[in-house]
């Protein structure tokens, strides 16, 4: 499905309701917040650096005066600050109209969180696990729709699940492990979106998108770290040349979170040349993000890993 030519200026009006954006601070998940903002939304800014998310929240504040934006602590790679941000957004807020998971890391060197998962797999789709577990209540008592959107990327198509080695502790391949987890984060959205629908919720439905290419700080963050000045240049070339704007992939979460069409299971991206740029539309994923037994393998997993099980049944949403 495309519904050709679609911008954020079709978002509709979202005066009173509540969205997070887990890295809020840059790239995708900047634009994604700038657009919400403009809708009328609070916008919970889910951020590592607290003081740089302030920054590009006054930025945001000099076009669109009246938006409320909230700063607030979230490290993807530190379950205990999931833990304390799910906590405080609860205690705080009575609703949750869409959770967008947009923060990751890409290509880096084997790292590990501090709760001693890979980096990648762990920021990119454990934290994400763990941080839409810890607000299910919040979506499921919120009156009305709600979406989870989850941010994969076009390279999941390269990623295949190693259980035996899921952390890369025998063997890592930086763009290996990358396409693992944003294949992780396809699986997730559709395994969430099944079992909402098995626990009878239709008012939740979860979505995956990607951005195609859009120019941002993920693609110098691994050549930095290595100390790779040609890498960094060589990345910096590309971007100019061939990405998009980083507003420009910021639209098809934006489509994920808000277009009226999307009922949950889907993947969404930009529909033009080889789905890197242009507007966004409902796309395939990968075969391999269609398996229900590796996306039940991968969640049983998640949930034993990061200590966060999944409760359907406290909603009062469950029509059965
Ligand atoms: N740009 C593309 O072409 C492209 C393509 C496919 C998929 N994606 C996906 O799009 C998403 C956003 O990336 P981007 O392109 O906007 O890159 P970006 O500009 O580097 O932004 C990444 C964001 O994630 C945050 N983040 C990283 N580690 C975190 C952690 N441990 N806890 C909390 N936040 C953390 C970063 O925070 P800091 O600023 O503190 O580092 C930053 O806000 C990623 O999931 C990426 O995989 C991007």
Redesign the pocket.
Same mark, same amino acid.
């Not at 887990?22 to 900047?30: D, I, M």
């Not at 947009?102 to 890409?106: E, F, K, L």
């Given at each position: 499905m495309t519904d050709s030519g679609w911008t954020a200026e079709r978002m509709p009006d979202m005066t009173g309701e509540t969205v997070i954006v887990? /890295? !809020?601070?840059? /790239?995708?998940?900047?634009e994604v917040t700038r657009a919400f903002a403009r809708t009328g939304a609070t916008v919970v800014m !889910?951020?590592?650096?607290t003081n =740089?998310a302030k920054t590009m929240k006054g930025k945001i504040l000099t076009e669109a005066p009246d938006a409320t934006l909230d700063v607030r602590e979230?490290?993807?790679?530190?379950l205990s600050?999931i833990r304390a941000f799910a906590d405080g957004f609860e205690s705080e807020y009575d609703d949750l109209r869409v959770l967008c998971n947009? !923060?990751? %890391?890409?290509a880096v060197p084997r790292d590990e969180?501090a709760d001693g998962f890979e980096l990648q797999f762990g %920021?990119?789709h454990l934290?994400h696990f763990a941080l839409t577990g810890l607000l299910l209540d919040a979506l499921l008592e919120t009156d009305g729709k709600t979406r989870v959107v989850t941010?994969?990327?076009?390279?999941h198509e390269n990623g295949e699940m190693d259980f035996d080695d899921l952390q890369g502790e025998r063997e890592y391949d930086k763009w290996d492990a990358?396409a693992q987890s944003?294949l992780a984060?396809v699986l997730f959205a559709y395994e969430l979106d099944r079992r909402l629908g098995d626990a009878g919720i239709e008012d939740v439905a979860s979505v995956a998108c =990607?951005? /195609?290419?859009?120019?941002?700080?993920?693609?110098g963050?691994g050549p930095r770290q290595e100390g790779s000045i040609l890498r960094l240049w060589m990345m910096r070339i590309a971007n100019a040349v061939l990405?998009q704007s !980083?507003e420009r992939?910021a639209l098809p979460m934006l489509y994920a979170a808000t277009a009226g069409g999307i009922t949950g299971g889907e993947y969404v991206g930009p529909d033009g040349l080889m789905n890197m740029r242009g507007p966004p539309s409902v796309q395939s994923s990968s075969d391999r993000s269609y398996d229900e037994v590796v996306a039940e393998r991968l969640w049983d997993s998640s949930e034993e890993l990061t200590g966060v099980t999944y409760d359907f049944r406290r909603s009062k949403s469950v029509s059965h």
């Open positions: 887990t /890295g !809020a601070n840059s /790239g995708l998940g900047y !889910a951020c590592r650096r =740089h979230l490290d993807l790679a530190d600050s947009n !923060a990751g %890391v890409m969180t %920021v990119n934290g941010q994969s990327s076009g390279l990358y944003k984060n =990607h951005p /195609g290419y859009a120019s941002t700080n993920l693609q963050r990405a !980083a992939g």
